[in-house]
């Protein structure tokens, strides 16, 4: 059964670092992206990042450029999100995607290009 898990989440202070690590339970099924997607408390759901399967480039949202690096380990099967400079709007439930790369491009209807969601992990920074 093809999966997702996702761990690394934590309670955090402003400026600290946290890596998520998104486990999947068989590479060669992934479709061309994996990425990360976050929801906090009566906000909409953000795309954050992704690596594509096919050459390796990657996408990040502006509001965490320059602060989170995506990378994987095939040999481990592994997507990391290492995510330095936490701020306070950075808390939020990130969620594990694999799908078509048009996934993080869209305001609306994500879920039609995501095959598979992680169950989430907790991000909490404070102030």
């Known amino acids: 059964e093809l999966n997702l898990v996702e761990s690394g989440g934590g309670l955090v202070q402003t400026g600290g670092s946290l890596r998520l690590s998104c486990v999947v339970s068989?590479?060669?099924?992934?479709?061309?992206?994996i990425g990360w997607f976050r929801q906090a408390p009566g906000k909409e759901r953000e795309a954050v990042s992704y690596?594509?399967?096919?050459?390796?480039?990657?996408y990040y949202a502006d509001s965490v450029k320059g602060r989170f690096t995506i990378s994987s380990d095939s040999a481990k099967s592994t997507v990391y999100l290492r995510m330095n400079s936490l701020k306070p709007e950075d808390t939020a439930v990130y969620y594990c995607?694999?799908?078509?790369?048009?996934?993080?491009?869209?305001?609306?209807?994500?879920?039609?290009?995501?095959?598979?969601w992680g169950q989430g992990t907790q991000v909490t920074v404070s102030s």
């Open positions: 690596i594509s399967m096919k050459d390796r480039s990657t």
């Open positions: 068989d590479f060669t099924f992934i479709e061309t992206a």
């Open positions: 995607a694999a799908g078509h790369i048009d996934a993080w491009h869209r305001k609306r209807d994500i879920d039609a290009y995501v095959g598979l």
